[in-house]
């Protein structure tokens, strides 16, 4: 692999992760939506608008970074994973 290959792949690779975080961002504005004075058909569809292009871009990123970032990054974001790893540690003590 040339360096030239290396910097490209390099590129995509940070600009994939800067999109997942970015995806993450996103799924902020279901949460916040609801207390803004905005009107209620307004955030009929936002609220959607904004979770299909957190998925949309998420997977985009995933494209960029490789299928192995992208479901380390995954197993991160789910809760049941949360708990194996505390149980673990207590089993251990």
Known sequence: MTSNQKTQKSIAYKLGLGIIIFSLSLWLIPIITPFTPIPTK???????????????LFWLGALLVGKEVANKFKSYLNPKKWREKGDTQKNEE
């Open 42 to 56: 307004v955030k009929a569809g936002i609220i959607p608008g904004s979770i299909i292009m957190a998925e949309i």
